[in-house]
Each structure stands twice: as C-alpha cells, then as structure tokens.
C-alpha cells in the first residue's frame, strides 16, 4: 500500500515530535515541510530527509504545488493554526492541530466548519489524552472507583518559566499560561469526566511580574526557544485562576502561572465519594477508605509523563483514524468546547463577572 504523504507547518521546538513519528510510522512518508522561517524548515528537512524542493515558507504554494498531501501537522504559533488548518483542509487534507486549537472559539468554530465543509478530519493535539496516567484514571472511572467526581482542581504552576517571543505576544498567543498550559490540565479534566458541557466560568488573570527578566538564574525556557531574539512586548497574564462549573454539578479549579513567587508545581486532583486521586510529579496517588480507616494507595506501574510515547500514539492514532476510519478520540468539537470555556475565564477577568455559557 502507498504511504500517506504528510506536511508540518510550524518547524519550530514542538515539530520534532510530530517529524519524527511521520518518519518512523510505516504507513507515512514525511514529505514537505513549511515555515515563515526558511532557515528553521531548511535545518529541519535536512534533519529529517525532507527534500529542499519541498521546503515552503508560503503554505498556499505549498498545498498548490503538491495536491498529493493527505496529512497535516499544523504546529505554529496560536494565532496561525485556524488559517493553516482551514488551508489544508480545503486542499483536502486532514488535520493534526497542536494545541489551542485556535485563539478563541470564533476561530475554533471556522476549523470545525472548514472540517465538515470537506469531509476531513480535524483532531486537537490534546497530547495529555494520549498519556499511560491518563488510560488508568480512565480505568478507574469506569470500574466506579472514585464514585462521584465532584470537585477537581487542576494545577499548571510556574515560578519563573515564561516561555518568551511569541508566547508573551497576545496578538500571535491568544493569551498567556491560560491558553498555553491551563489547556492541557482543563481538557485532562473533562476527558477523564466524560466532556460534560460547561454551565459557567468565573476567572482572574494577574499580570504582576511579566517575564521575570531580571532574574539571573534559571532563564532556560527563554533562551531554550528558537525565537529568543524574537522579543515583543509581554502583555499576556502571568497568572490565572479560574473555578468552571458543569452540567453534571461537578466543579473544576484551575491554577497557571508563567511567574509566580510560588512553588513550581504540578498535577491534577480528583475528589469523589468513594476516593480520590493525585496525579502528581512524583506519580499517582489514590486514597479511599477500607474496612472503615482512610487508606492512601500509590500506584505502583504508574510511570511519570513519557512525552516521547505521548506524541507517538497522538500521531499513530491520527495515523490510524484517517487510514481506518477508527474513532477520533481528540476531535473538533472538544477544542471548540475548551475554546469556549478559555473564552469564557478571560471575558470573566475583564468584567469581575461570571460568564454563563
Ligand atoms: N502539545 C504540547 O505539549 C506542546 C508543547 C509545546 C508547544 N505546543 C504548541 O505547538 C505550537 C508551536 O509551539 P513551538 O514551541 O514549536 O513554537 P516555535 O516558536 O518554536 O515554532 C513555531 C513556528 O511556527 C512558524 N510559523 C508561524 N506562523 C506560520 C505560518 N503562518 N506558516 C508557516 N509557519 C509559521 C514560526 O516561524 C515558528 O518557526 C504552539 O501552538 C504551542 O502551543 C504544544
């Protein structure tokens, strides 16, 4: 059988991880690659055996000049994923959009639009579904342990991790570590729940310390990035909190930060009526009671985050939904939902009022 020929749009830090597994997959051939950047693209094809004649900087060139294109990575700034996603799915491809799905809703519903408009798939690069934690919470939910989940909090906490360049850049980011990490554990949340429907948001951002950039030590995610020279100004929060509240009665806490005088931390905690868990850096945690005492568990084949194996099975299963048909376990509609809900926190900072959806 012919290999599916794949595209990455965006051949910055997160790409190897898509790159990668359209090379090692025997069902894909790593076929053209396209950046603002040619220099970044021109680094990668050579890294990746990615011809040079198809290396772009223009997407549009990209999809009229290889009609043959059937998958695409879209692994660019925030504000770039719902016109390169809607590009390529006009050209008839489908689409691997990294997280957010787009800047907000209004973006989300386009993709979502453009998805159906051509019969094609659009899935969300909700890496964190894709996670082992993730597939034995699963277990548990199903088999009732937990009982009720009414509470959770979701924490995503950095003392002095801005990221720098675009991300500080609300016009190319959307916002800062709401959309950028507060997305990963919101959607862990409602994944594991079962995507109940959200009824309410009522949220704060903070922008108190910035970039932190007179900090002497510890600068390494700003000078990790490819686009460190790229320096606008910061005008994205550096903190937010937010309590969600959905159709099931359950509520959800959540806590980012990209500077913070805090503890670096983070996990996700479940409160039920039979147990609870905490996934937290150091593994999983599960307290319940037994024979009337409280009992704490500790998950014992549970490993930390294995990102490699993450990005692996999120792109074998994109892989695998366009080739077979199998069901989509990150579609549109769930990035359109988180879309709302980070809509709905930041419309709630503004006012000082909660936003029913
Ligand atoms: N799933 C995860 O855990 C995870 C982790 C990091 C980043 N991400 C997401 O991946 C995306 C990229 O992040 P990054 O860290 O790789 O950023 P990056 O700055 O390293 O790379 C982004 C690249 O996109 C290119 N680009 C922007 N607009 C373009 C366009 N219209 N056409 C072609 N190229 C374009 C830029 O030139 C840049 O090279 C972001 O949406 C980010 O949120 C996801």
Redesign the pocket.
């Known amino acids: 059988m012919e290999k599916m020929k794949a595209a990455v749009?965006?051949?910055?830090?997160?790409?190897p991880?898509h790159l990668r597994n359209y090379v090692n997959s025997p069902y894909t051939e790593l076929y053209a690659l396209?950046?603002?950047?040619r220099e970044?693209a021109l680094a990668r094809a050579a890294e990746f055996g990615v011809p040079e004649e198809r290396v772009f900087?223009?997407?549009d060139e990209m999809f009229r000049t290889l009609p043959e294109l059937e998958l695409v990575s879209v692994?660019?700034?925030?504000?770039?994923?719902a016109?390169?996603s809607i590009a390529a799915l006009n050209a008839g491809c489908n689409v691997l959009c990294?997280?957010?799905m787009a800047i907000n809703a209004a973006q989300a519903l386009e993709m979502q639009a453009a998805a159906e408009k051509n019969g094609k798939l659009l899935m969300i690069?909700f890496?964190r579904r894709h996670e082992e934690n993730m597939k034995v919470l699963q277990d548990c939910v199903r088999a009732g342990f937990f009982g009720d989940i009414y509470y959770a909090k979701a924490t995503y906490l950095r003392r002095n991790g801005h990221?720098g360049?675009?991300f500080g850049d609300k016009s190319r980011s959307g916002g800062g570590p709401l959309i950028?990490l507060g997305v990963?554990v919101i959607d862990f949340v409602r994944y594991l729940k079962g995507n109940p429907k959200t009824v309410s948001v009522y949220g704060a951002t903070y922008q108190k310390l910035f970039d932190r950039a007179n900090i002497k030590s510890a600068k390494g995610y700003i000078a990790a990035?490819?686009?460190s020279q790229d320096k606008p100004p910061v005008d994205v929060e550096d903190l937010v909190t937010a309590l969600i509240r959905f159709d099931d009665g359950s509520t959800l806490s959540v806590e980012a930060s990209f500077s913070l005088n805090g503890e670096t931390k983070g996990g996700i905690e479940l409160f039920g009526t039979k147990a609870g868990a905490n996934l937290a850096d150091d593994g999983l945690h599960l307290y319940s009671e037994m024979n009337d005492r409280l009992v704490n568990i500790d998950h014992a084949d549970v490993k930390g985050q294995d990102?490699d194996q993450m990005?692996r099975d999120e792109v074998y299963h994109f892989i695998d939904c366009v080739q077979n048909g199998t069901e989509c376990i990150a579609p549109a509609e769930d990035g359109v939902e988180l879309m709302r809900i980070l809509d709905a926190v930041y419309e709630s900072a503004r006012t000082g009022h909660e936003v029913v959806l």
């Open positions: 749009i965006g051949t910055g830090s997160i790409s991880n396209c950046d603002l950047n970044r900087t223009d997407k692994c660019t700034w925030n504000s770039a994923h016109e390169c990294e997280k957010p690069g890496v990221p360049g675009w950028d990963h990035r490819d686009n990102f990005f």
